[in-house]
């Protein structure tokens, strides 16, 4: 067991290594980098949010040209005017683009063993900082929906598996049918149009994960606040994940009920309990349980992107798709790298999870 996690760990160096590669190769040939989007926006009309973006940019560059470093409220560089190569250079210093892309790329590995993920381009934080201040809200969607999605999908795929072609299994497969059908997204915007005030009843509010008066409310109230705020969003992402799972718990039952060692079972005068709980739970559940760090992984980094635009949530998802659109690459690439490596730790883990529930796996005999 422990040369495997050994081998295991190990084996997330170059696996993460790889990832990280490719992926800041095919970003760095990516049209649109951090320096075009302040150019692109130097030259259009939203001089403020050049003031904003720029912010440290202005005084860094200001020594280049008396007249070709942006200030504050100047609109010296909208329409068609030029930009002095100078700022320009100036610009690509201050975000590292005049050292070679190899050189970039293994000074940022270098930083990133010790977790130092830098600081955002645009919203003068660190990356770290900016992850943990929207860590509550994605942990909060993805531990709640995963835990109602286990707690429906399970239950209803035995019941499902146990009475097969029944009234029962005719009337949830529809339901199962729906909810692969009907996107989380599209579903949180009926939520909202019959709950949160759209066109019928206004019951639950509409963004944000409390109230503007969280502070002054006490224990218990906090707490009703709390899932009171988080009972669309979570909703809204359950619907499009139990489907899956239930059907996977079932076919797994389904597939584990007609092997010869529970006919075997049920000859030697066994309950159909405890045939069932006792001999098939182990082995089907292994299917659905190597799946369960994926499925947590995807509900809580990408799986609530659209939930949380929605719903005006301000999670990790949020985090990445803002830093992707405005080329954020310390955010993209210090999440990408977090999130890689928690992901391949979760495999582990779930691999981890079959002996647990069934002892007679040897990892020792596995190969890598």
Known sequence: ????????????????????????????????????????????????????????????????????????????????????????????KQFGFDKPMHERFFKMMGNYLTFDFGESFFRDQKVVDLVIDRMPVSIS?????????YLISIPMGIIKAVRDGSRFDVWTSGVVIVGNAVPSFLFAIMLIVLFAGGSYYDWFPLRGLTSPNWDELSWPARIVDYFWHMALPVLAMVIG????????TKNSFMDQIHQQYVVTARSKGLTKRRVLYGHVFRNAMLIVIAGFPSAFIGILFTGALLIEVIFSLNGLGLLGFEAIIQRDYPIMFGTLYFFTLLGLLMGLIGDLAYMFIDPRIDFESREV
């Open 141 to 149: 969607l993805g531990i709640w929906t995963t835990l109602l999605v």
């Open 241 to 248: 994940g139990f489907a899956g799972l239930t059907m996977l």
């Open 1 to 92: 067991m422990l040369a495997y996690i050994v081998r295991r760990l190990l084996l997330v160096i170059p696996t993460l290594f790889g990832i990280m590669v490719l992926n800041f190769v095919i970003i760095q040939a990516a049209p649109g980098g951090p320096v075009e989007q302040i150019i692109a926006r130097i030259q259009g009309t939203a001089v403020e949010a050049t003031a904003r973006v720029g912010g440290e940019a202005g005084s860094e560059v200001g020594g280049g040209n008396g007249t070709a470093a942006p200030q504050e409220g100047d609109s010296a560089y909208r329409g068609a005017q030029g930009l002095d190569p100078q700022f320009i250079a100036d610009l690509e």
